[in-house]
């Protein structure tokens, strides 16, 4: 998987939870330089993203695994980084 790949399974998840949430951010800021606390996302909801992103990759949910990173440009290169070693 790409860096590029994986920014846009991260980018789907949270779509995927922001969908429904009232003044939730629009999905064209959703972008690489975003963090997922700069989408308003809760904790909860920040997990969500990672374990579904992760699972959607094909790797065992490891919080180390995403450990340092925080935009999506970075949790992008960490995930494809670690789908390329499994």
Do not use: F, I, K, Y
């Amino acid at each position: 998987m790409t860096a590029e790949e994986a920014l846009e399974l991260l980018r789907a998840n949270v779509l995927a939870v922001l969908d429904g949430v009232p003044d939730a951010v629009p999905p064209d800021q959703v972008v690489a330089e975003s963090t997922l606390a700069d989408l308003g996302l809760s904790s909860l909801e920040r997990l969500d993203v990672l374990v579904g992103s992760l699972d959607d990759a094909g790797l065992s949910p490891s919080v180390d695994v995403l450990d340092g990173a925080h935009t999506l440009a970075e949790l992008a290169e960490v995930l494809a980084t670690a789908t390329r070693a499994w």
